[in-house]
């Protein structure tokens, strides 16, 4: 492993832990798998001792045992075993940067050979294809084709002043496809100009920054930012959360950055949705990169809000602490099991609700939520807040 992996400011941080476990109370990767090792408090305990070993000054003067790979490799298996939902970061009294801390420790990893092979799959498809499932790229915009009317130009204009970003997996995966139909048919409804970049989009780049790649991200930036110039575009709308951050904290563009759901609301606040009636009892899920992430929680709320005969009532655990859906981090790919004991502990959640609907605003979130009820054949309805207003449109 190596030093160059931490800024100073992360090694200061990590000895201010005072092992108040708290990040493991709230972590759920613990309590899906009962597994402490896979906590913060265990996390920070566990690279200390591995820089200690490596750069102590008892190595450096009497060459005291490295660690061996053995033990890097049992390391690695609980870092990468993390939805990086950032509940830890929340709750942490000291304010230790955990997520980036995490990443940190991720990117040291693959540097240093110990890692899961999954990761060696995602550099491959994303090099290989430029989005995260190895499908072609030329088909990114094929969705369109499954809209009732699709319009001639397929969504794909010279120019435009608002660009969808679509994202990997609201391009490919059927369960999230109609996240990009039912959007794009309101911002229709709503006379929004806007255009996709269709085949010109590539990966936003997050499955290489949570996978320890992060130096390969800088071709993805630079391809996705001279795409979206050349469409003359003065806002980026992301409906993935994990995509809108990646615009907003690695693009360093010159473009608005907007999330759907505030896009939404400045809509219906702007008087340009009307919205009917719907009779549904909802509550809300925050996705973790939307919430903790990019704070934003009160837009999404909003919108629901806006809807007549919407019965909204909150989670037990909400807004910043909301608990994640399993679906963060890569973990699917790399302990699918593990990210599904994280939905069932989210679902059994929901259904002490009363809900009829749970609601989210990330692919991922639908994704993971809908296949776990789906599997289990559970009666909750899991939309996506573009699929709620695009019900309630009075067309
Ligand atoms: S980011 Fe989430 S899953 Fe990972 S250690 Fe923190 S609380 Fe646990
Ligand atoms: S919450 Fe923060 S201070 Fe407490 S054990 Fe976790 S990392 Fe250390």
Redesign the pocket.
Known sequence: MAHQDYNLWQLIQME?????????DVCPAVSASQDGHL???YR?KGLKEVLRKRSGLLTRLFGRKQISSEALDQFSETVFRCTLCGN?QE????G?H?KVLWLSIRQDLVNSGSYPEKVDLIRENLLESHNVFNEENEERADWVEDMDEPPDHGFIKEQAEVVYFTGCVASYFPLAQKIPINLSSIFEAAEVDFTLLGEAEWCCGFPLLGSGQKGLMPQFIEHNIDAVRQKKASKVVCACPTCYQMWREFYHAEFEIVHSTEFLYRLVKEGRLPLKELNLTVTYHDPCDLGRGARIFDEPREVLKAIPGVNFIELEANRENCRCCGGGGNLEMIDSGLSEEIAKQKIDEIMETGAQAVVTACQQCVRTMTTYVRRNQISLEVLDITELVYRALDS
Do not use: F, N, Y
């Not at 201010?16 to 493991?24: D, E, F, P, Q, V």
């Not at 709750?91 to 000291?94: G, L, R, T, Y």
């Open positions: 201010a832990c005072t092992k108040c476990r708290l990040c493991a906590s913060g408090v920070i830890c709750i942490c009294p000291v230790i955990l």
